[in-house]
């Protein structure tokens, strides 16, 4: 199922908290967010946006190129590529590129869902 075949940049921005739980353990006196969740947070908004519950049906080219430390602000771009691929970006306020992936997304089935 395509969420959206268009080619449009759909751009979300978010705030790592410092107060998250996952900075007290990832590492301690040197604090970065782990990656999966980059992932997770492209996912949710992709997500809250269609109204839709997805999951990663694949993911090809993921790159961490930068670490996010706490309090840092983000700003997510992903791009429908070719239904059902996106080209997703992490990029920091500078406009630098922390992370990217192409991922495909599926739909899940409203009986998986709950």
Same mark, same amino acid.
């Given at each position: 199922?395509?969420?959206?075949? %268009?080619? %449009?940049?759909? $751009? /979300?921005?978010? @705030? ?18 782990p990656g999966v969740f980059l992932l997770n947070f492209i996912r949710?908004?992709?997500? $809250? ?6 999951? /990663?049906?694949?993911?090809? &080219?993921?790159? /961490? ?9 983000? &700003?997510? @771009? ?20 922390? $992370?990217?992936? @192409?991922? @495909?997304?599926?739909?899940? $089935?409203? %009986?998986?869902?709950?």
């Amino acid at each position: 199922m395509t969420l959206f075949a %268009d080619t %449009d940049v759909t $751009a /979300f921005s978010i @705030e790592v908290n410092a107060s998250q739980p996952v900075f007290n353990g990832h590492f301690p006196g040197q604090p970065i967010l782990p990656g999966v969740f980059l992932l997770n947070f492209i996912r949710q908004q992709l997500q $809250a946006m269609h109204d839709k519950p997805l999951h /990663f049906s694949r993911l090809r &080219r993921v790159k /961490f190129l930068r670490p996010v430390v706490p309090d840092s602000r983000l &700003r997510i @771009e992903c791009q429908c590529v070719q239904a059902p691929w996106y080209n997703c970006r992490v990029l920091a306020e500078d406009g630098a590129v922390l $992370a990217q992936a @192409e991922i @495909e997304f599926d739909v899940v $089935a409203q %009986d998986k869902a709950s």
